[in-house]
Nanobody, 120 residues
Framework: QVQLLESGGGTVQAGGSLRLSCVASERTFGTQYVTWFRQAPGKEREFVTAITWSTGQTIYADSVKGRFSMSRDNTENAVFLEMYSLKPEDTAVYYC?????????????WGKGTLVTVSS
């Protein structure tokens, strides 16, 4: 089973920026969606953004639209999540996943997550 490894999390002040990375252990994305989810303490996991690997098309949750940007690097088999104008409510563990549709129920591989903490 493909392994996904996230990195780039950390602590940042409100208004700051972070860049998350997700690298796959093998060439697996193909025609899949690669998706970022997040889960804040005491809350359910929620969709953040997804990219269609084959076309590069992206979709975003309304809560991050205009502040977050997802991209891919075909040669590195990696995706990136640029996060700007971070807010305390962005604090969460961010997970990278891949599957046939950008919904948690359709994901077949998950990373272990990387913690993002935004202080006010």
């Amino acid at each position: 089973q493909v392994q996904l490894l996230e990195s780039g999390g950390g602590t940042v002040q409100a208004g700051g920026s972070l860049r998350l990375s997700c690298v796959a252990s093998e060439r697996t994305f193909g025609t899949q969606y690669v998706t970022w989810f997040r889960q804040a303490p005491g809350k359910e996991r929620e969709f953040v953004t997804a990219i269609t690997w084959s076309t590069g098309q992206t979709i975003y949750a309304d809560s991050v639209k205009g502040r977050f940007s997802m991209s891919r690097d075909n040669t590195e088999n990696a995706v990136f999540l640029e996060m700007y104008s971070l807010k305390p409510e962005d604090t969460a563990v961010y997970y990278c996943a891949t599957g046939s549709y950008p919904r948690a129920s359709h994901m077949t591989s998950w990373g272990k997550g990387t913690l993002v903490t935004v202080s006010s």
